[in-house]
């Protein structure tokens, strides 16, 4: 029997979606083998490499990873640290010694280094077989939020967000003069002039929708010069 793909790179399926017929094709990630066919098992956007088809998916919480940087919010104060909220199934936490390097005297106050409701832009150091996170704020880059705006995008999106060394992300920067950040769960921070922030948010949300069309940044790019009359230097 000749191998058949059935669905093209980048195509958009859904579970029970038959995407290859024959041996030759080999089931990746969010694939299964029933018989001679390749068969998705969830909603995502197929990618092929040689010959072995798998799917990056669409939806679903975010799963923590170590070495990941995030962004938390402090949802409970503990006697020795933070339980975080990352955005997934399973809190994070927030270690005293992870947090600071200063000394602090057993039964201090913890409200006045993160306090409830703080965002903070954390690194994953530990994910356990149990699922039990532990985080931290020690590192370039990582620390308290303040100010600004949060937002909350699908994790599985945030490659395309960002681009390629930084590339589209960089370009949102360029346009609107704001600060943001990207964690990988799922959760950006924006910071800058309120209706620049606007544009940054829409923008992003638009990278979102259209993460899986070709010619993504030329269209970004395009859009940004359009709604900012910035002239931007794209990377990518």
Request: proline share 3%; charged share 25%.
């Amino acid at each position: 029997m000749t191998d058949l793909l059935k669905v093209k790179d980048r195509d958009i399926v859904v579970p029970g979606e038959i995407l290859a017929v024959g041996l030759g094709f080999l089931p990746g990630k969010g694939t299964y083998r029933d018989g001679d066919k390749l068969i998705a098992g969830m909603l995502g956007m197929v990618s092929v490499e040689n010959k072995v088809v798998k799917l990056i998916s669409l939806s679903g919480k975010y799963i923590p990873k170590v070495y990941d940087k995030v962004i938390g919010k402090v949802i409970d104060v503990l006697m020795t640290g933070w339980r975080i909220d990352i955005g997934s199934a399973y809190s994070a936490v927030l270690n005293l010694k992870e947090a600071t390097s200063e000394f602090i005297e057993r039964g201090a106050d913890l409200t006045r280094i993160y306090n409830l409701d703080d965002y903070v832009m954390v690194q994953i150091t530990n994910v356990t077989s149990q699922k039990l996170v532990d985080v931290s704020s020690r590192g370039p880059g990582l620390r308290k939020l303040n100010g600004g705006r949060i937002i909350e995008v699908n994790p599985h999106k945030v490659p395309r967000i960002i681009g390629k060394e930084g590339s589209m992300v960089s370009m949102v920067k360029q346009a609107t003069g704001c600060n943001i950040l990207v964690g990988q769960n799922g959760w950006v921070w924006l910071e800058g002039e309120p209706e620049k922030e606007i544009i940054a948010v829409n923008t992003i949300r638009k990278i979102e929708e259209e993460a899986h069309h070709m010619g993504l940044t030329d269209k970004i790019k395009d859009y940004l010069e359009k709604v900012t009359g910035v002239k931007i230097q794209a990377k990518e």
